[in-house]
């Protein structure tokens, strides 16, 4: 997971004072005449909320687990914006990781504001997921070459992984380096493979890093050190932070 390059700075504290007046008409117009209910707001601090409850599983079943969130996914999905199957493998991970490692407390939010900074919940570039959590065709990042907000990441698995034989490019919803891959990646689908292209198995391996790394996620400190060894960058982090709690309120980011 490579630092994010920074995002372009924007134009508008230079052409603010000139339009303030007007936009002020505007917005008062607006009210007057388009009364609305205020969205929800989303909660400040960290760790986020962690969001509606996912329901006990049997995550030693037979099969793609995650099916038995359909009911717990469905009614919300379209709400927040995600991907049944996407949401049915945040969901999914959060179980697995409350049972295996019950100190941890991650939240199927962090997971989510993860996905849909990483990938837009494995939709980026025109890519699609199917029932059994396979993204295709497979995302790809830019190559790792020491560029301005990228890390120098020589090859380390021949391309077999990210198609690349020189230099390590993010595979997969969850954008993994595929050394880190090489060690956390798990199958999470009952297939039997531990596929990065995957989001059952790639929110399932995130899951398992952010515990490693940050120990108890329901602690401040716990949940920043997890999210600074995912990516080092603390807009990263905000940017995360921010699309986890409107995931936590219902609300899409």
């Known amino acids: 997971m490579p630092p994010a390059a920074s995002p372009r700075r924007s134009p508008w504290p230079r052409v603010l004072f000139g339009a303030v007046a007007a936009t002020i008409l505007v917005v008062v117009g607006v009210a007057v005449w388009s009364p609305r209910e205020p969205r929800i707001p989303i909660p400040d601090g960290v760790p986020p909320v962690p969001g509606t409850a996912v329901p006990a ?6 099969g793609r687990t995650a099916d038995q969130l359909r009911d717990w996914a469905a009614p ?15 969901g999914h991970a959060a179980a697995v990781l409350a049972a295996a490692r019950p100190g941890c407390g991650l939240a199927w939010t962090t997971l989510a504001g993860i996905g849909s900074v990483e990938s837009r919940h494995g939709r980026y570039n025109g890519a699609a997921i199917a029932p059994d959590g396979r993204v295709d065709p497979p995302i790809r990042g830019v190559p790792l070459d020491g560029g301005p907000g ?24 969850m954008q993994f380096i595929p050394e880190t891959w090489s060690r956390w990646g798990v199958d999470a689908n009952g297939d039997g493979i531990a596929d990065p292209d995957n989001i059952d198995d790639a929110a399932l391996s995130a899951g398992r890093y952010l515990c490693d790394r940050g120990g108890d996620l329901t602690t401040a400190e716990g949940w920043t050190r997890a999210l600074m060894a995912y990516n080092l960058s603390g807009e990263y982090l905000a940017l995360v932070r921010d699309r986890a709690a409107a995931y936590g309120v219902g609300r899409q980011p």
């Open 76 to 90: 919300q999905a379209e709400a927040l914006g995600i991907p049944r199957t996407a949401l049915e493998a945040y």
């Open 150 to 173: 990228l890390a120098e990441i020589r090859d380390t698995d021949g391309g077999r992984l990210d198609g690349d034989p020189v230099l390590d490019r993010a595979v997969g919803p």
């Open 57 to 62: 599983i049997d995550v030693d079943a037979p």
